[in-house]
């Protein structure tokens, strides 16, 4: 019998540690994923300013799994209802899968946008932005998207400036009324000041029509001239899922043994809600995706035949946010919304419960130093 994770951000890399301890060492185990190593991602646009966070929040995967075969591979396709994926360099077969692809960037078709924009989601792409905005010494920079990744991005290209004694003039537009959209309305104003106060200028309620060479179009018939422009303005599904977000219920289960997991999949919770694509959420996911893959491992490999064992439900339960913004924090903690201090606390200390979670002691305390 196998078991294979497929990818190793937050949602594989919990579910094959899991499933590390729990599976007998009879059922084999295999991890494939495109990069060496797990990536905290919720960190990633610090490495735009200080590319030497790289180290902290790059975890060789050698070092945070265990008797799991690593495979670094992409994959391209998988086939569930024949229990295979197609790698870039062979196929793999499985009893059980979990999928923890994440996602990527949606540029929504928007004309010229893939074209000129750089996204964020790896490594090599906090480095192009970085090369980009010193190139141009500052100069004008626009960001497209004001979620959580994008409202981190400009803050840290504000800083960024601040610190290099660049001339720049950052823009961040965003499509919905608020920045933040879908959190509660002190949150958003949090955020929205802390913005303001590090000379961000926030365009909301105006979408990005399209982009060329040097110009970024709005839908108010307006264009704004940049010299680096970011683009976070959503996500869709990997290609190895052909770009979709797998719609999947409570259980995580998909066709057969194949489950998805965080920002794979367009989660319904057990209380009917939809589930955010968030780095809390794909942690949790993944505990009750990889509990219901050993829960059918072990009763297959019972022999007992009979009723299929009774599965897990996801339900969605947040304990809060936090944003950066630079130097400065907004964290939700239930109705209370932290700026300062408490909120850069709350922000290092969920990195750092992370990764000591993964055994990763010495980056979780620098992490810490390096925030506070
Ligand atoms: C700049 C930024 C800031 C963010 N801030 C926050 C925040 O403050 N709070 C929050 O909750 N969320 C935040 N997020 C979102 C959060 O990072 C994601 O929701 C989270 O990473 C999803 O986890 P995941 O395990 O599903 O996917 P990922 O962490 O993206 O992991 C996907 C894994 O799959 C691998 N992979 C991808 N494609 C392939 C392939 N074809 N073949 C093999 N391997 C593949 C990748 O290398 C990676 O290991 C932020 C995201 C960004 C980009």
Not at 281 to 292: F, G, I, M, P
Request: include cysteine.
């Amino acid at each position: 019998m196998h078991v294979a994770v497929f990818g190793a951000g937050y949602a594989g890399l919990t579910a094959v540690r899991r499933l590390e301890r729990t599976l007998p060492d009879s059922v084999g185990l295999t991890l494939v994923t495109d990069e060496p190593y797990h990536l905290v991602q919720h960190e990633l646009h610090r490495a735009i300013r200080r590319p030497d966070v790289t180290d902290t929040i790059c975890l060789p995967l050698e070092h945070v799994t265990g008797r799991a075969t690593l495979r670094i591979e992409r994959v391209e396709s998988i086939d569930p209802a024949a229990g295979t994926a197609t790698l870039a360099d062979g196929d793999i077969e499985y009893d059980y899968a979990a999928v923890c692809l994440g996602a990527e960037t949606a540029f929504h078709g928007l004309e010229g946008v893939e074209e000129h924009a750089l996204p964020l989601k790896r490594l090599e792409h906090a480095e192009r932005i970085r090369a980009a905005v010193h190139a141009a010494e500052g100069g004008d920079i626009v960001v497209g998207g004001g979620g959580l990744s994008g409202i981190q991005v400009a803050g840290e290209l504000a800083a960024l400036a601040e610190e290099e004694e660049y001339d720049a003039d950052i823009t961040l537009v965003e499509r919905n009324e608020s920045v933040a959209s879908g959190f509660e309305s002190a949150f958003q104003r949090a955020v929205l000041e802390e913005l303001t106060e590090r000379d961000v200028t926030v365009r909301t309620g105006v979408g990005v029509t399209g982009a060329d060479d040097d110009r970024v179009h709005l839908d108010t018939d307006e264009s704004l001239a940049y010299e680096t422009l970011v683009w976070t303005g959503g996500i869709r599904g990997p290609d190895a899922l052909a770009g979709d977000r797998a719609a999947t219920r409570e259980t995580l289960r998909g066709e057969n043994g194949t489950f998805y997991v965080g920002d794979s999949a367009r989660v319904t919770d057990a209380n009917g809600a939809a589930v955010p694509a968030s780095a809390q959420t794909a942690l949790r996911e993944a505990k009750v995706a990889a509990d219901n893959i050993a829960a059918l491992v072990d009763h297959d490999l019972s022999g007992s035949g009979g009723f299929a064992p009774s599965l897990d439900r996801y339900s969605f339960d947040s304990p809060g946010w936090v944003v950066t913004v630079g130097d400065g924090a907004v964290a939700q903690v239930g109705p209370t919304v932290l700026r300062g201090q408490a909120a850069r606390t709350a922000k290092a200390s969920i990195g750092a419960a992370h990764l000591s979670s993964v055994g990763a002691i010495t980056n979780a305390s620098t992490l810490v130093r390096d925030e506070l």
